[in-house]
């Protein structure tokens, strides 16, 4: 795992201290090493962080005449059949490392390569004869990729910090992205708040040359909804055995491996799988939070862990260590993201850094096999839909709180009864609606209300539905938060919160493999009824303890609403009535005034207060000063 950064110019050198500044500002992506390629127009810069070929592996590497060069970032976990199937056809090696082996396989099948590589990565290629540079980001967006063109030139790097060392790269904020993000409480799609900054999108290329680009899709997920002839037992005995094939890939490595263990199902299941593969002498890692009051996944995580003997470490995190993080999660996750667990993560992950450079994570299981209660509350909702309009209204009444079944837990899904998935499907973190659609008129200054055009925040999720229009109304969730909510979400958190304390972390179950598998199989193998995941938990049955399988689906429980409601209610007045908060011209001080007061008395609105802390510390950190390293 490494960082990556760059700059082309077709009109003109590059100065290469640029490079070097964009390389200091990465450095925790790559503390052991670091290296350079320089010539006229071009400068390829790479920090390593050594886990593969500890001795031999030094970026960037070219081919045998020096005529291809690459940094990349991330792993390969076909390598070494990629390796061998080039050595047959008489390519020659000068590592041992995965690295270069995505250079002799661009030497031999050009851009068709990509869709033989296994992994996650982001890489840049040179290719010196044809003057042509070219950008690859893995399927999934596992690893990210930032992009700038300015006048004939392009910078690149592995993080936004990096291309801000460049003074051409402008730090204008893109008012249409803030909205966005207040719709979602993160930033789907290419764009960042900073204008013409941005993302390159999972498994896409970026070719560069003679001052042009386009940009070409080499992946994308595909749904079979139709009949399959395959049983449900056949199916999870080939699960059982790919997952295991998965894991063993993951878990390659010159350095010791470690498993991030939150008690749920999908990382306990993988750590039986990576036990089976390298024994008792497997360490373990968890958190919890301050407080009696709040869930403790600590209790199932040490379940797991005894079941499967592994060597257990475990932390817990205050409100005041919380608070006093924010500006260096800001600083890290460089993109406004509403995701309080990230702070848990990273702290976490500098507790395992003292023992293993990889860990091993759970994350993805849940858009592959469907394991949101959020999609079964929408899929019964659209079937309750189709039964007319008579059991449509109780449904509405009973929803509300108002009929004679008092389903008060779902009293926000009774707005929804007359609207399509597609248009209430857009706030994914905050609920079938946004809080801030619901308060903007009151919240936002006039200027920036006027500014608010809800079809450009939902343009892209709206595309994304397009695209699965014919499959089902599951498919169509797990399709759109594959290319939204995992990538530009949780796998930001999951890159950065891990790589701020130099360590690798690895997302077993989404290998495209495992994605793939789990697109084709019937919606009922995956949702059954009411239970989620449910051919993940037949496949994991065996390994993992009842009492996790059964266990109601929490997340990493991040007491956000007590502790902004408690420890922090103070900390967030300041903050966001300050007159250099309020001076920015989005919010009107006696709209915070008021969302603090709701927040207080009905207990809810944690989240969109915590985006406002988050997008208020963005602007100090990223817009009011220069960014340093």
Not at 463 to 478: A, D, G, H, T, Y
Request: net charge neutral; glycine share 6%.
């Amino acid at each position: 795992m490494c960082g990556i950064c760059g700059k082309v110019s077709w009109d003109g050198p590059v100065d290469p201290t640029l490079v070097r500044r964009m390389m200091d500002r990465i450095v925790h992506r790559g503390p052991d090493d670091e290296g350079t390629y320089i010539e006229p127009g071009v400068v390829l810069g790479h920090r390593r962080l050594s886990i593969i070929d500890l001795n031999t592996g030094k970026q960037p590497i070219c081919n045998e005449d020096a005529t291809v060069w690459i940094v990349f970032n991330g792993e390969i976990y076909n390598y070494l059949e990629l390796r061998k199937e080039l050595l047959q056809a008489g390519h020659r090696f000068q590592t041992n490392s995965d690295t270069e082996v995505i250079i002799h396989l661009y030497e031999e099948y050009g851009e068709r390569c990509f869709e033989k590589l296994n992994g996650m990565f982001a890489f840049a290629i040179w290719d010196v004869p044809k003057e042509k540079l070219v950008l690859v980001r893995d399927r999934v967006g596992i690893k990210p990729l930032y992009y700038f063109f300015s006048r004939n030139s392009i910078v690149f790097a592995s993080e936004i910090k990096a291309l801000l060392a460049d003074s051409s790269v402008d730090r204008e904020v893109d008012p249409d992205v803030i909205h966005r993000f207040l719709t979602f409480l993160y930033v789907p799609g290419a764009e960042t708040l900073l204008r013409g900054v941005r993302k390159l999108m999972p498994g896409h290329y970026l070719v560069c040359e003679n001052g042009r680009h386009e940009i070409r899709q080499f992946w994308d997920l595909k749904f079979q909804d139709q009949v399959t002839r395959i049983t449900i037992e056949d199916a999870t005995a080939e699960l059982i055995n790919l997952l295991r094939e998965t894991v063993r890939g993951h878990m390659i490595s010159d350095v010791p491996v470690g498993v991030l263990l939150s008690g749920g199902v999908d990382s306990t299941g993988l750590l039986s799988f990576c036990v089976e593969e390298a024994g008792s002498n497997v360490q373990t890692f968890t958190i919890g939070f301050a407080g009696e009051e709040f869930a403790d996944e600590r209790t199932y995580a040490r379940l797991a862990a005894k079941q499967y003997g592994t060597h257990h470490h475990e932390m817990t995190l205050s409100a005041e260590e919380f608070r006093d993080f924010l500006p260096a999660y800001v600083y890290h996750m460089e993109e406004p993201v509403c995701e309080a667990p990230a702070v848990a993560l990273y702290h976490i992950t500098r507790l395992a850094s003292k023992n293993v450079k990889v860990l091993i994570s759970g994350e993805g299981g849940d858009e592959a096999f469907a394991g949101y209660q959020n999609y079964r509350n929408l899929v019964w909702l659209e079937r309750l839909k189709q039964l007319g309009e008579p059991v449509r209204g109780m449904a509405k009444l009973a929803f509300a709180g108002l009929g004679p079944f008092k389903v008060r837990k779902l009293e926000r899904y009774a707005q929804l009864m007359n609207t399509r998935l597609e248009n209430y499907y857009y706030s994914r973190t905050s609920g079938p609606e946004s809080a801030f659609l619901k308060l903007r008129e009151d919240l936002y200054t006039p200027y920036f209300n006027s500014l608010f055009k809800l079809e450009h925040s939902l343009q892209y999720i709206q595309e994304c539905f397009k695209k699965v229009q014919n499959q089902s109304q599951l498919n169509k969730m797990l399709y759109v938060d594959t290319k939204t909510w995992l990538p530009d979400d949780l796998l930001i958190k999951a890159d950065k919160m891990t790589m701020a304390n130099s360590v690798e972390l690895r997302v077993p179950l989404l290998d495209h493999r495992v994605l793939e598998f789990a697109a084709n199989l019937p919606p009922k193998y995956k949702l059954n009824g009411l239970t989620t995941k449910y051919i993940l938990k037949r496949a994991l049955d065996l390994r993992v303890p009842h009492e996790i399988i059964k266990r109601k689906k929490t997340g990493l429980p991040v007491p956000l609403q007590s502790w902004i409601s408690g420890e922090l209610k103070e900390f967030c007045r300041e903050l966001l009535l300050d007159s250099r908060t309020t001076s920015r011209g989005y919010f009107a001080k006696n709209g915070i005034e008021n969302l603090l007061v709701k927040a207080q008395k009905e207990k809810k609105y944690g989240k969109e207060i915590f985006s406002l802390i988050v997008l208020e510390l963005w602007h100090r950190e990223f817009c009011d000063a220069k960014v340093q390293s």
